[in-house]
C-alpha cells in the first residue's frame, strides 16, 4: 500500500524480486509493477543493475540485506526511518530516509533527477564498500564500549541514591530493632515479676 502511488506515473516503473503469502494482494495493489519471482546470484544482480533506484517500505526487516545489495550495486535507496537502516543509508546521501508516505512519494520524485541519482548513486556504492568484517568488528568494539560507558555513568548516579537508601533503611532498622529489644526486655521483665509474685 506504501508503494501504491507508483500507479500514478507513467514515468516510473516498479519491479518486485521475491515471493510470499501477500503475493495476490500485492498484485492486486500494484497492477502497474512487475513481478519477477524469486531470483538468485546472478538473475538477482542483473535486476539490481536494471534498476535506477530501491524502494524498500518495510519497517519490520531485522537487518535487510537486499539494503546492502542494493547499495552494492549502487542504487540510492528510500526507506522509512524507523526502518533499522541508518547505518548504512545516511538521508541526503546515498538515499532518503522518510517518516510518512507523502515524503516516501516525494523522494522518490526528487531521484527522477539523474544528476541527484547519479551523486548518490556514487555515494550508495562508497557506503557498500565500507561494508566489510573490520568495519563490522570494529562497530561492535565501539558498541561494547559505548555500553560498558553508559552503565558506568548509570552506576555512579544510582551508588549515591542507593547509599541513601541503604543507610535510611538501616538507620531505620536500628531504630525499630532498639524498640523491640525494649519491648522484649519489658515483657521479661512483666512475666518475671508476675512469676515472682505468684509463686
Excluded: C
Excluded at 52 to 69: C, G, H, L, Q, R
Excluded at 99 to 120: P, Q, T
Amino acid at each position: 500500500e506504501k508503494l501504491s502511488f507508483l500507479n500514478k506515473y507513467d514515468d516510473l516503473h516498479l519491479t518486485i524480486v521475491g515471493e510470499g503469502r501477500d503475493l495476490d494482494r500485492i498484485k492486486q495493489t500494484l497492477s502497474s509493477a512487475t513481478f519477477k519471482g524469486n531470483l538468485q546470484n546472478g538473475d538477482l544482480a542483473r535486476e539490481y543493475g536494471l534498476a535506477d533506484i530501491f524502494v524498500f517500505p518495510s519497517k519490520t526487516d531485522a537487518y535487510a540485506n537486499v539494503v546492502s545489495e542494493a547499495l552494492s550495486s549502487g542504487l540510492p535507496v528510500v526507506a522509512f526511518a524507523d526502518a533499522g537502516i541508518e547505518d548504512r543509508v545516511q538521508n541526503t546521501i546515498n538515499g532518503f530516509l522518510v517518516d510518512d508516505a507523502e515524503d516516501f512519494e516525494a523522494s522518490v520524485l526528487k531521484l527522477k533527477d539523474s544528476s541527484l541519482r547519479e551523486n548518490m548513486s556514487h555515494q550508495a556504492r562508497i557506503a557498500a564498500l565500507s561494508l566489510n568484517w573490520d568495519s563490522v568488528f570494529n562497530q561492535q568494539l565501539n558498541a561494547f564500549s559505548w555500553a560498558r560507558e553508559e552503565y558506568n555513568k548509570k552506576l555512579k548516579r544510582f551508588f549515591p541514591i542507593l547509599k541513601k537508601v541503604l543507610y535510611s533503611f538501616n538507620f531505620s532498622h536500628a531504630i525499630l530493632g532498639s524498640l523491640r529489644m525494649g519491648f522484649y526486655v519489658f515483657l521479661a521483665n512483666v512475666s518475671a515479676g508476675v512469676l515472682a509474685g505468684v509463686f
